[in-house]
């Protein structure tokens, strides 16, 4: 490629800074961007975004790029938080990541590297883009213990086209050697958790400051109560801690599980043992679909879908499409399938899209 002006999304983190140096070394003209996009509670106790800014001015000096801070608060918080919220208050579980990468990292953060006068835009995200006849395709990241496309599914041509993921091709392992190796500061600093730029928190105490609580009965499928939760909001389907409750009289140790909330009467639902049958889909419908190239995949063939990060792809197959819905259909029963999360479709190592799964 010859010499481009790339920016890059540079988070303070080990991943965007080897970003950052590897296109910097193949001689691009690169601008580091460090983004803002949560000032609520903004203290040393919970966010660490002004350690992450002196961590991404100390890279950006050393391999010699200019770094510039913007803030997109106001937009993470209209298109991203508030959406958060409502899901929450909906009874669902949703992913802010996803939708994170596709209003954020890859819109207004594109948008802006535009007026910088971008050719491209560059993030530390563990993907590939290759160009298959004229149209884009988003690769997994060649280390699948650390593939994110999951996470990018909602990208469409327009972004695809203006993005490098300069990192795609490489292991952690090779992320931190180059960074040792080149003496960049946080070659050490460990990942990044919790929710997208606010960081790690306790989540209930979090989610409680936004949205009210009711408590409600905890009971089993066959309506028996055997405990009192603190709010639907606070739980996930296939959740074991922190429900507050031991095992049966008559023997059955086995730990407990969410296995549906009921908005209804306020009351969330719990079997007993991981394999429980209440526990186990083996289909789901999704909406607010997404394909990135554009056009819908074929009904009936073999894919494979993950129905959450860190999960093993799942032999699958679209049944039918119903406007902005689909119906996907498992080879092997699915644990936890859980409404507001994503399922994301794969065709071999081609991310083709996906969509929130709704029931």
Aim: aromatic share 10%.
């Amino acid at each position: 490629m010859k010499k481009q002006r790339v920016v890059v999304g540079m988070s303070g983190g080990v991943d965007s800074s080897v970003a950052a140096l590897l296109l910097k070394q193949q001689g691009h003209d690169v601008v580091g961007l460090f983004m803002k996009n949560w000032e609520d509670d903004d203290t040393d106790a919970y966010c660490s975004s002004r350690q992450d800014f002196l961590d991404a001015a100390s890279v950006a000096d050393i391999i010699d790029i200019p770094l510039e801070a913007v803030n997109f608060s106001a937009e993470y918080k209209d298109r991203v938080f508030s959406h958060f919220l409502a899901e929450y208050q909906a009874g669902r579980t949703p992913n802010p990541d996803v939708l994170c990468n596709a209003e954020i990292k890859f819109k207004a953060f594109l948008d802006h590297a535009n007026l910088l006068g971008a050719d491209y835009i560059a993030t530390g995200h563990y993907a590939q883009v290759r160009k298959m006849q004229g149209a884009f395709q988003l690769l997994k990241g060649e280390d699948g213990t650390k593939d994110q496309s999951y996470f990018l599914y909602r990208l469409n041509q327009t972004q695809l086209s203006s993005t490098l993921f300069p990192i795609g091709h490489l292991y952690k392992r090779d992320i931190r050697k180059i960074a040792r190796e080149q003496k960049l500061p946080n070659f050490s600093k460990k990942d990044s958790t919790g929710i997208c730029f606010i960081g790690e928190r306790p989540f209930r105490e979090f989610l409680n400051r936004y949205l009210p609580h009711e408590p409600g009965e905890i009971q089993t499928p066959e309506g028996k109560v055997i405990g009192q939760h603190i709010g639907l909001m606070y739980y996930t389907l296939g959740q074991r801690q922190g429900l507050g409750i031991g095992g049966t009289r008559g023997g059955n140790d086995e730990p407990w599980f969410v296995c549906a909330k009921n908005r209804a009467e306020n009351i969330l639902v719990v079997v007993q043992g991981h394999e429980h049958p209440a526990l186990l889909r083996s289909s789901l419908k999704a909406a607010d679909l997404t394909w990135i190239s554009g056009e819908k995949p074929h009904c009936n063939w073999v894919y494979a879908a993950k129905t959450r990060y860190r999960q093993p792809d799942a032999p699958c197959a679209i049944v039918s499409f119903n406007h902005d819905t689909c119906e996907i259909d498992f080879a092997q029963d699915q644990w936890a399938v859980t409404p507001g999360q994503s399922v994301v479709v794969y065709e071999s190592n081609v991310c083709l899209g996906g969509g929130v799964i709704v029931e």
